[in-house]
């Protein structure tokens, strides 16, 4: 978006900053300045001069030798070679020492324009130079009067005088700023809502265009009539006649503006459309009356296959999400991209009929691109316009007509309107808003600021209302960035976020997570992600009886098959799968693991939604086996502060796990989860060869178990005791049990223990084992007596003996 700071200033008439301190407000305000372009950066002392006398130049054929009267005590002899100017015309004239623009060849020669110096031409002294519109900056795309090959005169209407500013005069004094404009703020895709924003940034009063009533005392119904078939696609549609048109050109000030835009005059119709488009953000459109059948407007769609020749002579293919102005008989316009051919406004018309419609930005983004017809009008109706804006720019329009002799406004609109916005209405919360910024700014000045932007407060129901224009002002947060904008964010002091997630770590059940991976990746396992949707087949594969109730599951209403038509309620078959994957593409070593949830149904028929629990799923072949995997079990549970808490108990009711080789994790009562081998018939299924080893952790019971209230305890002071048993027990005596007699007999003064060695051999009886453990006794407060520490070991020796325990000779 390109605003002129002149175009602003004629809705804020004080406003008296430099274009530097402008732009920087304005970003500070939040107006997203891109750049600026200050239109004379490149002209200096440039004054209007009034030709005195023109002589021929005594020794070129070419020249003529001129007086000119710049406004000083004495003329200014120029020599120009100017053919199109004659005495007592008014030109613009660039004194000694000034800058002209570069022509635009010369651009990267002299981007910073040219000097002129006086001197002499042919002998005869010249004291200046006469400009034409290029050497000002300009082209005759703007200034249709300027000659192509001459020096501009002004206009006798102009008014200027000699020794006036030049550059002033022909609005070549002006700073367009370009701003990115965010698609929440349509309203300020207009002059007038950005001439709101720099009124509200620099504090100053803002006055809009005034719209006065216009129209004779006929009535438009009489000349024409609207139909609206699809008002969700046309929200509201407004139409006014004016007749007995007299076409010419637009006044200069007009036709500066919009040249201060990059928009060409045409004339006086054409140019008050642009002109209210860019001042209101409102596109709009003209028809000839006398080419509208049965003189009547319906708003419709188009029929799919119809084609539609638009003003620019094209043939536009369209299809029925297109939506059409038509009149009794035919198609006339594309709604709010482009006109057609059939319809346009000729220098031969007499009647016009101007509309201001508001139509679905969505749809018309999508017509655009399909039809391959972008324009300004299509651009800005994209971006959602305001419903109530259409009768105010419409209206505006007719009053340029009427102030410009234009034409004759027949009285009354046209208004299709069946669902007018209202103006929303949000409380009015200083409170909460300063508690989200951060600052401790009085309501009374947040109230101003509003005030200032429009909106307005309702003390009896402490409700602000914010006009329709506003469409990104829906809740306290959209409210206190407006309070953040005009107090100043330099001005909002620096203080920490409040709340639980500012302490800037994860969850506490994602840290778990976290450490469950960090221990699995560091001992080569790899992450993996699988389906949840699965087969019932699965059932099968992993041996689950028949009345098993991970049988029980959600059905899919609608699977992509068979094989998805389930929810899993065991984690293992998309890990088994992964494995075998891995195997059958001759990887000799795979290590995977798993995050997922299995869904496991309250009830069936389902009442309420399935109960999703979160498993850990661990598979691994090649290189290790069962204890190789418990290892790294008992590594994840120490991490998370179950060390030595957690026993394996020998387990045999998994059927898809060997019989003799699995494990249930438990602490206390509470089952953790599973190890063990896979079921040799298993891993047939899965076409796995070879020892395949999983486990499963469900998560939230090792998340509600896992501790990190670690204490610190001191450097120990005194000595401990070391003493190593040397055992023989039977082979169906796991070393656990041993292990939970050591502890419960060794009690305060045990500090470590640690099984160093498992023999069986020709030594050994038959169906015996030799197991060996050193032990480690320390008290905080003393040395600890041989007594002492041979009390426990007898102790220990006797509990063991209970279990057919003995130590070995």
């Given at each position: 978006m390109n605003t002129p700071i002149s175009w602003i200033k004629a809705y804020v008439p004080d406003l008296d900053v430099t274009a530097q301190e402008f732009v920087d407000a304005m970003t500070l305000s939040g107006s997203h300045v891109e750049g600026y372009e200050q239109k004379d950066k490149n002209l200096d002392k440039i004054v209007v001069g009034k030709i005195l006398t023109m002589e021929k130049h005594p020794d070129a054929d070419k020249l003529v030798v001129c007086q000119v009267d710049v406004g000083q005590a004495e003329p200014l002899q120029i020599v120009t070679g100017a053919k199109n100017v004659k005495v007592n015309d008014l030109i613009p004239l660039v004194l000694d020492g000034g800058k002209v623009a570069a022509a635009h060849g010369d651009n990267n020669e002299y981007p910073d324009g040219i000097k002129i110096k006086k001197g002499k031409l042919r002998g005869v002294e010249s004291n200046g130079m006469m400009c034409g519109i290029e050497e000002l900056g300009s082209s005759r795309d703007f200034y249709p009067e300027a000659p192509e090959d001459g020096v501009y005169v002004f206009p006798v209407e102009s008014g200027v005088k000699p020794g006036d500013d030049a550059v002033k005069a022909l609005g070549l004094d002006d700073v367009?700023?370009?701003?990115?404009?965010?698609?929440?703020?349509?309203?300020?895709?207009?002059m007038i809502g950005m001439a709101r924003e720099a009124a509200a940034t620099f504090d100053k009063s803002f006055y809009p265009p005034v719209v006065t009533k216009t129209g004779?005392?006929?009535?438009?119904?009489?000349?024409?009539?609207?139909?609206?078939k699809d008002p969700d696609l046309c929200p509201r549609y407004t139409a006014r006649v004016v007749k007995n048109l007299k076409i010419g050109p637009s006044p200069k000030w007009m036709q500066?503006?919009?040249?201060?835009?990059?928009?060409?005059?045409i004339n006086n119709l054409v140019d008050i459309t642009?002109?209210?488009m860019e001042e209101y953000g409102q596109p709009m459109h003209a028809y000839d009356l006398s080419t509208i059948a049965g003189n009547k407007i319906v708003v419709r769609r188009a029929n799919d296959g119809d084609t539609f020749v638009t003003l620019d002579g094209q043939e536009r293919k369209l299809d029925h999400d297109v939506l059409m102005i038509c009149d009794g008989e035919k198609e006339i316009g594309i709604a709010g991209i482009?006109?057609?051919e059939n319809s346009m406004v000729t220098d031969s018309i007499d009647t016009l009929l101007f509309e201001a419609a508001c139509f679905d930005g969505t749809n018309i983004r999508l017509s655009s691109r399909r039809i391959g017809l972008a324009t300004d009008a299509a651009a800005k109706f994209t971006k959602g316009l305001d419903p109530n804006l259409a009768m105010e720019a419409i209206d505006r329009a007719c009053q340029l007509i009427e102030e410009m002799g234009a034409g004759e406004v027949v009285g009354g609109a046209v208004d299709v309107y069946p669902n007018p916005v209202q103006d929303k209405k949000l409380p009015f919360e200083p409170d909460k808003m300063n508690a989200l910024l951060g600052t401790e700014v009085e309501p009374e000045k947040m109230l101003y600021y509003f005030g200032r932007l429009g909106l307005t407060y309702d003390a009896e129901t402490n409700t602000l209302d914010v006009p329709s224009f506003r469409q990104d002002l829906n809740c306290m947060a959209d409210l206190a960035e407006e309070v953040a904008r005009f107090y100043g964010y330099d001005n909002i002091p620096v203080s920490l976020p409040r709340g639980e997630a500012t302490v800037g770590k994860l969850p506490y059940d994602q840290m778990i997570n976290a450490i469950a991976r960090d221990v699995l990746e560091a001992n080569g396992f790899s992450g993996g992600m699988c389906y949840s949707f699965e087969s019932p087949k699965v059932f099968d594969k992993l041996l689950l009886p028949a009345d098993s109730e991970f049988r029980?599951?959600?059905?899919?209403?609608?699977?992509?098959?068979?094989?998805?038509?389930?929810?899993?309620?065991?984690?293992?078959?998309?890990?088994?799968?992964?494995?075998?994957?891995?195997?059958?593409?001759?990887?000799?070593?795979?290590?995977?693991y798993e995050f997922g949830n299995?869904?496991?149904?309250?009830?069936?028929?389902?009442?309420e939604l399935p109960e999703e629990r979160m498993k850990l799923t661990i598979g691994m072949y090649g290189q290790g086996d069962f204890f190789d995997l418990k290892g790294v079990l008992e590594e994840l549970t120490d991490k998370v502060g179950l060390k030595g808490q957690v026993t394996y108990e020998p387990e045999s009711e998994y059927t898809f796990l060997h019989p003799g080789r699995q494990a249930k994790l438990k602490k206390g009562n509470l089952t953790i989860g599973f190890i063990g081998q896979v079921h040799p018939e298993v891993c047939d299924n899965y076409n796995l060869k070879g020892e395949v080893y999983v486990a499963v952790i469900d998560m939230p019971t090792l998340v509600m178990l896992s501790s990190f209230d670690i204490k610190y305890e001191g450097i120990a002071k005194f000595p401990g005791s070391t003493r190593d048993l040397s055992l023989v027990v039977d082979k169906e005596i796991f070393v656990g049990q041993i292990e939970e007699v050591i502890k419960k007999c060794g009690g305060k003064l045990l500090e470590s223990y640690k099984l160093f060695d498992v023999y069986e051999g020709e030594q050994i009886a038959k169906g015996k084992k030799s197991v060996a453990y050193t032990m480690t006794f320390r008290a905080k407060d003393r040395t600890l007596e041989t007594s002492e520490v041979d009390g426990i070991i007898a102790k220990i020796l006797k509990e063991l003996g209970k279990l057919g325990i003995e130590i070995r000779a």
């Open positions: 367009v700023v370009e701003y990115e404009i965010t698609s929440n703020r349509v309203d300020c895709f207009s004779n005392d006929e009535d438009v119904n009489d000349y024409i009539s609207v139909e609206v500066q503006r919009l040249a201060s835009q990059g928009i060409r005059s642009n002109y209210v482009m006109g057609g029980k599951t959600v059905t899919i209403a609608n699977p992509l098959g068979e094989d998805f038509s389930i929810m899993r309620t065991v984690s293992l078959n998309g890990v088994l799968t992964s494995l075998a994957t891995n195997y059958n593409r001759k990887n000799k070593i795979a290590r995977l299995v869904y496991l149904p309250k009830s069936l028929p389902l009442t």
